[in-house]
């Protein structure tokens, strides 16, 4: 399997209603960030925790990091239509080159009026 | 601030053809990363670059990709020739400080299809 795994692969949901997305990875971390990517663009950079953060949060979102199991969510509080798009998780390890992020397959959010 | 910027959008070669992709990123960012994402797989770290140094090139797949940022300010990747498992979205992001602890900034991506 592979270092930053998200779960689920892809989601649907109503405007209004909160979307979780997790993502799990297997090595030791300096820091988590989630990316946001519309169809057909870049990404664009939403969160970064570091590794001695739990929590954190900006406007609407929220990222929480448990390092003991390897894994961080996060939470689209009352979701938009403009929130669909898919969502990347890229961890930025403690071996090898700490300019090397290492990115997930992404969950597609369905955001729906 | 103008944005990362890749040209060009989409490219369609034939197998065995040449392909050069150009990333402008933004100004002032001495880190320039390239990373691809193949037929929905993760997206992976080709290489990166610190000005016009190759700081690290340990994700190149093989040696028919070539990388440049000459003058330290816009970056080249040249593929030849091109294979078929070359497909996939190319994409370019800048920082002003290393990847762990700043934010990538991406470019929307270079669609290569090979044919």
């Known amino acids: 399997s592979q270092q930053g795994e998200e779960d689920p692969q892809a989601l649907s949901i109503q405007e209004g209603e909160n979307a979780t997305m997790n993502c799990s990875y297997k090595?030791?971390?300096?820091?988590l960030q989630w990316y946001r990517q519309n169809s057909g663009r870049g990404l664009v950079h939403l969160i970064l925790i570091r590794s001695n953060e739990r929590e954190k949060h900006s406007g609407r979102l929220r990222v929480t990091l448990d390092t003991s199991k390897k894994s961080s969510s996060l939470l689209i509080t009352a979701s938009r239509a403009a929130d669909t798009a898919s969502y990347f998780c890229?961890?930025?390890?403690?071996?090898?080159?700490?300019?090397?992020?290492?990115f997930g397959t992404g969950t597609r959010l369905q955001v729906t009026l | 601030e103008a944005g990362v910027t890749q040209f060009p959008s989409h490219s369609v070669i034939e197998k065995g053809q040449t392909v050069t992709l150009r990333c402008d990123p933004i100004s002032g960012h001495d880190n320039l990363y390239w990373y691809r994402r193949v037929m929905g797989k993760e997206i992976k770290f080709l290489l990166h670059f610190v000005k016009e140094s190759k700081q690290d090139e340990s994700g190149m797949p093989n040696n028919r990709f070539l990388a440049e940022r000459t003058g330290g300010t816009y970056s080249t990747l040249k593929v030849q020739p091109a294979e078929l498992e070359d497909s996939g979205v190319y994409f370019c992001?800048?920082?002003?400080?290393?990847?762990?602890?700043?934010?990538?900034?991406f470019g929307n991506g270079t669609r290569l299809t090979v044919t």
């Open positions: 890229a961890t930025g390890d403690l071996t090898g080159t700490a300019s090397k992020l290492t």
């Open positions: 992001a800048s920082s002003q400080g290393t990847g762990v602890n700043s934010p990538l900034h």
């Open positions: 090595t030791s971390i300096n820091n």
